[in-house]
């Protein structure tokens, strides 16, 4: 159990960092001269995929995409369902469950 738990922890941490990073990069973009942006559904999908706290973090840190109530509510989600994971592989591990 101890191999799945990083495995995961493996997979939600480079996910996490691919997504901050294209929350940058779409921040300067955004602010650039109008050339190609990464898109929403790509951005979404970053965190919806294991990339939540990277996401909420770039999107927080960049101030990017705050004033879109979706973006929050699929963040949100997808940081809580992330986290639960996690904690239920630790405890799983720990043999509680």
Do not use: N, P, W
Request: net charge positive; with cysteine; aromatic share 10%.
């Amino acid at each position: 159990m101890k191999t799945l738990l990083i495995v995961y922890a493996c997979i939600v941490g480079a996910a996490s960092l691919i997504a901050f990073f294209a929350y940058g990069a779409d921040k300067l973009l955004a602010k650039g001269d109008g050339g190609r942006r990464i898109s929403e559904r790509t951005l979404l999908a970053l965190a919806v995929y294991g990339g939540a706290l990277g996401a909420f973090l770039g999107r927080v840190l960049f101030r990017h995409k705050t004033r879109k109530d979706y973006f929050t509510l699929v963040i949100t989600f997808a940081l809580l369902l992330q986290a639960g994971v996690l904690v239920l592989l630790i405890k799983k591990g720990a043999g509680e469950l």
